[in-house]
C-alpha cells in the first residue's frame, strides 16, 4: 500500500479474520478528504479507530483500522481527513473497490458477490464512487463529432435513460435519467457552445424530443435515424400481428373445448385439438420470429415452416420485417431503391401494423438514408445499445439509476477499470 504504515497486525474470530494497524505517513495525515490540499488538523473526529474492508489475506477476511482525524480545509471547512488507501467516505479499499469493479464488468452479479463477500447493492454503490474518480480525471466528452443519441428503458419499460454515443470510437460518453428534451439539453450544456459547434452528424431513434434539442443547439448537424431503430420498429409491428393471431387461437381454442365439454358423457369423442394445438405452437414460434433467419436452429426453422403453412398473414409479417432488416445491409448505393420497394409492398400488404410502419418509414425515409449514405450505421451504436440493455437487467435491483450509469461507463465509456496493483 501507498504512503501507508503498518503498525499492527492481529487475528480475530479465531484467525478468520485479520486486523492490520495502519496510519498514512506524516506527509499524508492531515489532507482534506475532499481536495486533498494539506491543512491543519481540526480534532480526532469521534476518537473512534474505523475499519475499512481490504481484500482477503489468504482466506481470512481482513480489515485496515486506523485512527481517523478531521481537518479544517479553507475550502470545505471542517472534513475527514483524507486516507491513502480508501475513497473518501468509502467502508472498503481503493484495492477492494477496484477489484469489485473490475468484477462487476467482466463476471457475473453472482460471482462478484459470493467472490467479495458483498451484496449487490454494496457493488453498486462501489462502482458508482470508482466512476466518479475516474470522471474527476477524465473528460468524455472532448473531440466528439459524429454521435448517436438513444433512449434506454429500464425497470420494465417503466424508467428511461437517455445515452449519448461517440460514433467514431463506438464508446459511451454520457448517459441520465430522463426521456424529455431538458434531458438532452442537459447533454448539449455539459458539451458548452464550442464544442456544439463541432458536432457534424447526429444520428437517433426519430423521437422529435431528441431532434428538437439537436436543431437547437447543433443547427449545422447532419441528422439521421440509425437503421437499427427502424428494424425495432418492425420487430415491434410483428409483435402486434402476432399477439393477433395469439389472441385468435386462444378464442378458437376456448370455443373448441367449451363444445367438447357441452357434449353428453356418453357420446364423448376425442375433441379436435387443432385449435388448441394451434395455440401451444403460436407461444413457442415466438423466437423463430424474433431471430434472424441465419441464427435459427433446426427445430425454429420447422416452426417457422409451419407458420408459413397455417398462418399467411404472420408470415408475411415476419417477411416484411426480414426484407427491411436486409436493405440496411445494402450498399449504400442500393438502400434507395430498396426502401422505397419495400415502401410500396407494404402500403398494399392489408397488415394494420405493416401499413402504419410504411407511413413511418416513410416520413422519416431521408434520414434513414442520410444515416447510411454517411456511415452512422456502423453498428457500434447498436452494439453499445444492446450492452447497455443487458446492464439494465443486471442492475435491476437498484433504487436509482447512478449504478446503472455507473457500471454502463465503466464497462462501455473507454477507461476499463483495470485490478489493483497491476500496470
Ligand atoms: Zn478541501
Redesign the pocket.
Known sequence: MVKTVVEDVRFEEAGQQVVVSVRAVARDQCR?G??G?RCPRYDRGRGVRRRWRSLDLSTAVTWLEAEVIRVE?R??GV?VARVPWARHGARHTRAFDDQVAWLAVKTSKSAVCELMRIQWLTVGAIITRVVADIDAVTDRLEGLARIGIDEISYRRGQKFLVVVVDHDTGRLVWAAPGRSEATVQAFFDALGPDRCADITHVSADGASYIANAVTKNCPDAVQGVDPFHVVKWANKALTEVRAQAWREARAAAATEQKQAHGRPRKDAVVPDRSASERTRLMKITRYALWKNPENLTDKQKTQLEWIQANDPTLYRAWQLKENLRLIFKLPATHAATALDQWINTARRCRIPAFVKLQRSIDSYKNAILTSISHGLSNGRTESVNTKIRLYTRIAFGYHGPEPLIAIAMLALGGNPPTLPGRP
Do not use: E, I
Open positions: 482534506c475532499l481536495c490540499r480545509c475550502d470545505h472534513v
